[in-house]
């Protein structure tokens, strides 16, 4: 396979029947994150500082960093994808033009990795070799493993897992900005975030085929492991 | 394809023959966003605050819940789709052995879509027929596009991602912890970690496949903007 062993895809794989939840999918990533990591920090904050003030600014500028970090990075993952199926699609299509005896030769490499015989694969490899765009795409998705990306997704992709990390982020830290006394707020914000981390790990259970009550579980685990943490770390350096 | 409609994988999906490249991949993933978001924390409160010692606390805080929710999210995440495969394939086994024919006839649609007719897949059809455990191993790849996950590197995958982030984290930290005034570590800190993520953006163009200097532009372009966006917003609100 020349040319593919220094690419890797950098946006999560998803198989092609999700299309239709993509939307959802970018809300799950968004949100995942954003109703850990500003939880854990305002919590941890809590364990050092009594002002609400600084917390809820730090909450923000987390918020501000951490949905851009996500956002931009995705969205100039996804191009550089789109570029890497592009160039990768365009050599493939070169080799089967110039060396067409080479690349039936990997489709044969492609079955017999399954058991068959070159006797038994040859039916189709004739027939690919008769229709060169589909031996092309044939050879994207079975000899490379690469799904042609969507471009004209990168944009809304990125803006709705920015938005759901901002939605997330807002959940733990609205406590803070409400309440004047530190440790009321983090109470509030500890009940109110561990219940929508529950809810959100359910729903997220729900929609990527785990079994609900198991994701809630782990997902409300992960928020509070990484609060108590920050918690301890905090406090044991201020 | 019954049920799987309900499910995505969680984990990024790379190619079989990067596996000796996993935990460079690993590194890339925990270090992007550990150079960024601590970062960029860090400089969004010295736009708000002028003590070293809360923007210390703060940007260890982050780092501890960051790397936690980060690296137990992915072994998490990894244990599921590995649970998932396993179902998957349980399920193309039970498909496999009771309604055979259906099966089949799967097989011959994958080749339809590359404008194979019945006729000319037949052949890889029948031999798939006689081998069912290759049968199965197919229809895991080419028709759910799943692939095979390697559940005892979950571990190992999400320590390296945490200490990753950890470390990247570390870098823009670092000033603010030995130096005194805020400012004055505000620029080393700036200094050093756009310097950081314009070399490892190098490295990482070079290891997934994009021209270094253009990664390397994205990934410092990236940390620049989520730092500006956090000290505008801590700014702001303080």
């Known amino acids: 396979m020349p040319g593919t062993e220094s690419a890797v895809p950098q946006t999560p794989h998803i198989e092609r029947h999700f299309t239709a939840n993509d939307r959802v999918r970018d809300i799950v990533i968004g949100m995942s994150d954003g109703l850990t990591v500003p939880f854990a920090l305002a919590a941890g904050l809590t364990g050092a500082i009594a002002s609400t003030g600084v917390i809820v600014t730090a909450g923000l500028a987390e918020i501000a960093a951490g949905s851009i970090a996500m956002g931009l990075g995705g969205y100039l993952a996804a191009r550089s994808d789109a570029e890497h199926y592009d160039r990768e699609r365009q050599r493939e299509y070169s080799e089967v033009r110039d060396r067409p005896e080479i690349e039936a030769a990997e489709v044969t490499e492609v079955f017999q990795a399954y058991g068959l015989s070159p006797d038994e694969s040859a039916p189709v490899v004739e027939a690919l070799v008769?229709?060169?765009?589909?031996?092309?795409?044939?050879?994207?998705?079975?000899?490379?493993?690469?799904?042609?990306?969507?471009?004209?997704?990168?944009?809304?992709?990125?803006?709705?897992?920015?938005?759901?990390?901002?939605?997330?982020?807002?959940?733990?830290?609205?406590?803070?900005?409400?309440?004047?006394?530190?440790?009321?707020?983090?109470?509030?914000?500890?009940?109110?975030?561990?219940?929508?981390?529950w809810i959100f790990g359910y729903g997220k259970g729900k929609f990527i085929g785990i079994a609900p009550a198991k994701s809630a579980l782990q997902t409300t685990f992960i928020g509070g492991t990484a609060a108590a943490a920050a918690f301890l770390i905090a406090r044991a350096v201020s």
């Open 130 to 197: 008769r229709k060169p765009d589909a031996w092309i795409d044939f050879m994207m998705r079975f000899e490379l493993g690469l799904e042609k990306p969507n471009p004209k997704r990168a944009l809304a992709s990125a803006l709705t897992i920015a938005f759901a990390y901002v939605v997330g982020g807002l959940i733990p830290l609205t406590p803070y900005i409400v309440l004047r006394g530190a440790s009321r707020a983090f109470s509030l914000s500890v009940i109110a975030t561990l219940a929508a981390l």
